[in-house]
T-cell receptor
Framework: DGGITQSPKYLFRKEGQNVTLSCEQNLNHDAMYWYRQDPGQGLRLIYYSQIVNDFQKGDIAEGYSVSREKKESFPLTVTSAQKNPTAFYLC????????????FGDGTRLSIL | RKEVEQDPGPFNVPEGATVAFNCTYS??????FFWYRQDCRKEPKLLMS???SGNEDGRFTAQLNRASQYISLLIRDSKLSDSATYLC?????????????FGKGTMLLVSP
């Protein structure tokens, strides 16, 4: 059953701590994306990757880091430099070729302890 | 970043009503558009893709007006289960490496 899996579903971070959110897809999609959604707000792009071993900053990359060592995996690290990390984090993937829709995982809710 | 504007609503309609949402976009180079549905505290799910002047899928019709740069979504015979936030989505570029710009969404509440 193909899809995108995000884990964990809920995550709590202590002050000064880095945390890593997992995103795995078995759709054979080349492109993967990370978004942040705050209550009552739209999705904002954090980072995206169009191909393995390459990624680009989105609109709000400060305080975050990513890696793309495998096609299937695109983990996001929320570093201690991100001062307001409480949000709903969504990972998505799509085929290449331009103008393609993205398919989302079911998200990770990150909160500060 | 290009803008995508939507009326946040909420649109309150009774079951069986017809409701329409509009979305305006600023990227005149966009070739395709999407409507996503997002339930409360859930991920967005693709509802419809619009690649030409419009698309119809059952009770849902999407129309595109390139000259005025707006997209509409029409829902006929509304069901309680249609209650959700509807996101208008526009690609940033036209190449194989485009990203998507999401509107903030329009909330629909269908009541009995």
């Amino acid at each position: 059953d193909g899809g995108i899996t995000q884990s964990p579903k809920y995550l709590f971070r202590k002050e000064g701590q880095n945390v890593t959110l997992s995103c795995e897809q078995n759709l054979n999609h080349d492109a993967m994306y990370w978004y942040r959604q705050d209550p009552g707000q739209g999705l904002r792009l954090i980072y995206y990757s169009q191909i393995v071993n390459d990624f680009q900053k989105g609109d709000i990359a400060e305080g975050y880091s990513v890696s793309r060592e495998k096609k299937e995996s695109f983990p996001l690290t929320v570093t201690s430099a991100q001062k307001n990390p409480t949000a709903f984090y969504l990972c998505a993937s799509s085929v290449q070729g331009g103008n393609q829709p993205q398919h989302f995982g079911d998200g990770t809710r990150l909160s500060i302890l | 970043r290009k803008e995508v504007e939507q009326d946040p609503g909420p649109f309150n309609v009774p079951e069986g009503a017809t409701v329409a949402f509009n979305c305006t976009y600023s990227n005149s180079a966009s070739q395709s558009f999407f409507w996503y549905r997002q339930d409360c505290r859930k991920e967005p799910k693709l509802l419809m893709s619009v690649y030409s002047s419009g698309n119809e899928d059952g009770r849902f019709t999407a129309q595109l007006n390139r000259a005025s740069q707006y997209i509409s979504l029409l829902i006929r015979d509304s069901k309680l289960s249609d209650s959700a936030t509807y996101l208008c989505v526009v690609p940033e570029g036209t190449s194989g490496y485009s990203t998507l710009t999401f509107g903030k969404g329009t909330m629909l509440l269908v009541s009995p």
